[in-house]
């Protein structure tokens, strides 16, 4: 018995280790699936809305818990290129900002750009909307707001602050919106099953709240290709983010770029690292935008084709080809911001920043002052050996030493632009960046009118003019600050922050 006894307890002790391992992988199943079931991917609601026309430029729009794109569709919706044609539009956007889920398509027809959309509706607005009221914060986004009841469910939503009505229709816990009543039409076939909506598989940020997809029906590409260019590929935009109280990070990339095109923009240009470089820049800074300039070699002809217009005009003022080379190759950092005086009245700066082009700066800088303007003496700038500043008839400074060259219309500069560097301080591998100071820039167009009075030949300006001026200073002063990274030729990320 005793023998017996020993061999069990040495049988046990060699089958525990195999227990608790098989016990582990069973627990740990068990939690990958109930983490599954929380995290699971719901059906995307733009697959409740009917595509887009075939051909036709499309923003498509698809968002949770605060990560509707508010602020850049408002910026879209009142610019002056496409106000006239969605005046719904901007005001409908402060509806979709306050769902928890929402969905949205804008698209161009013949007769105009139009949207449709849906969002998921919480208990007390739905209640609200079945006894033919607005839901509480709808009648405090829109002025004196009125709700229409064509059917039971549907209708129209009116404002003083809409030129057209808004049509509506709620089933189960979902409201559609459109801008047109055909539009609420083809989406209740769409939820009937008599038409297919919208098939769109995101590719980008698997938890994202937040996404975005931008096409232009392949125009671009048909502009590129001739007149007698087939059905083109469309060019592809497609974002996905996460934010939080006015931060958050983004990954974005572009598709369906024309072959001949994206190599006439972007041949030779390679990724550098950032995080060496000391940028200056007008100050306060308005926007900045960097790009590694691409070596062509010993032949102009392997440039972009947006460079060879800028090496053309160097060899004219002066340069040989080898020199306009050098200049041409390498980071180079243009700038907004600061101010530059245009007889009496100032007018935001700007500035181009180039490093480690030895020589041949020192010569494009003797050549400006001599050349453009016309032998004019300019004034010091400190930290700068060649070249200097004038205010006459404007502000312009161009000015050389060993390792940087600047070039431009301003005032003033920072010798070293701190927030430019932070962000820049992780980006040891990029094409390029883009940085914009959404309020500062607002606060820069306030003092425009001053301007636009000045240059007008009419005694004041027109008041609707000034209400959509004054709305998009708004809506800049809310949007924080911008920082957009190119890390390959089609692809990069992005953060916004306060």
């Known amino acids: 018995m005793k023998y017996i006894s020993s061999v069990n307890k040495e049988n046990c002790k060699k089958a525990a280790p195999w227990v608790v391992a098989v016990t582990a992988v069973v627990v740990l199943l068990i939690c990958v699936l109930c983490l599954a079931q929380r995290v699971r991917v719901r059906p995307g609601l733009l697959s409740a809305l009917p595509g887009p026309e075939d051909g036709a430029p499309l923003i498509a729009v698809e968002a949770e818990e605060g990560n509707f794109p508010l602020l850049p569709l408002r910026l879209f919706a009142e610019s002056s290129v496409v106000a006239s044609d969605v005046s719904p539009l901007s005001e409908a956007l402060l509806l979709f900002g306050e769902a928890t889920r929402s969905a949205l398509i804008v698209t161009e027809r013949p007769d105009g750009i139009v949207f449709y959309g849906v969002m998921q509706l919480e208990r007390k607005d739905k209640k609200a909307l079945a006894s033919g009221k607005l839901p509480k914060r709808w009648s405090e986004l829109l002025t004196l707001p009125e709700l229409v009841l064509r059917n039971a469910g549907s209708g129209e939503i009116r404002a003083a602050n809409l030129a057209e009505p808004i049509y509506f229709e709620t089933r189960d816990d979902r409201i559609y919106l459109a801008g047109e009543s055909r539009d609420v039409e083809a989406i209740r076939k769409v939820s009937a099953g008599k038409a297919a909506g919208m098939k769109r598989r995101w590719g980008l940020g698997g938890r994202a709240k937040g996404r975005v997809l931008l096409s232009d029906g392949g125009v671009l590409a048909s502009m590129a290709q001739g007149a007698d260019a087939k059905k083109s590929e469309p060019l592809v935009f497609e974002a996905a983010w996460s934010s939080r109280s006015g931060e958050g990070e983004a990954r974005w990339r572009v598709t369906g770029l024309d072959k001949k095109l994206n190599r006439n923009l972007t041949r030779g240009i390679k990724a550098h690292d950032w995080s060496k470089e000391r940028t200056i820049v007008p100050s306060p800074l308005l926007l900045a935008f960097g790009i590694n300039m691409p070596n062509p070699g010993r032949n102009m002809a392997n440039l972009p084709v947006w460079a060879k217009s800028l090496a053309e005009n160097l060899t004219k003022l002066g340069l040989k080809d080898a020199e306009a080379t050098r200049i041409l ?170």
């Open 329 to 498: 190759t390498g980071p180079a950092v243009f700038s907004l911001g600061g101010r530059t005086r245009i007889l009496w009245f100032e007018l935001p700066g700007m500035l181009l920043d180039v490093s480690g082009r030895g020589k041949a700066a020192y010569k494009l800088i003797d050549l400006f002052w001599s050349r453009a303007f016309m032998g004019v003496e300019p004034g010091p700038v400190g930290g700068f050996t060649r070249g200097g500043a004038s205010d006459l008839p404007f502000s312009v400074m161009a000015a050389a030493n060993e390792k940087k060259m600047i070039i431009g219309l301003t005032d003033s500069f920072e010798s070293r632009s701190r927030e430019t560097e932070k962000l820049l301080d992780k980006e040891k591998k990029a094409i390029g960046w883009f940085f914009a100071d959404f309020p500062m820039l607002g606060k820069s167009l306030a003092e425009m009118p001053s301007v636009s009075a000045l240059l007008s030949l009419e005694d004041e300006e027109r008041p609707v003019d000034q209400a959509a001026a004054e709305r998009l200073r708004g809506t800049l002063d809310r949007m924080g600050k911008l920082f957009i990274v190119w890390d390959t030729h089609n692809s990069g990320h992005a953060k916004w922050y306060k």
